[in-house]
């Protein structure tokens, strides 16, 4: 999800793995990638995505 920023990778999966569910709170198109912005409990991570896949 995070290529080449293993440390924000870790912390979503750790977040996963206690059971937390991550909160999509935005994303921007920034320079043909997307700019992902997620919450869980207290935390916040920020994700560069060069595509978004999503099913509903």
Do not use: N, Q
């Not at 920023?5 to 793995?17: C, F, G, I, K, Y």
């Not at 059971?19 to 994700?47: K, M, N, R």
């Amino acid at each position: 999800m995070t290529p080449g920023h293993r440390e924000t990778a870790l912390l979503l999966s750790d977040a996963l793995e206690r059971g937390e569910i991550p909160v999509l709170l935005g994303g921007s198109a920034v320079g043909g990638a997307y700019a992902l912005t997620f919450t869980y409990g207290a935390e916040s991570v920020f994700i560069l995505a060069d595509r978004v896949v999503a099913s509903l």
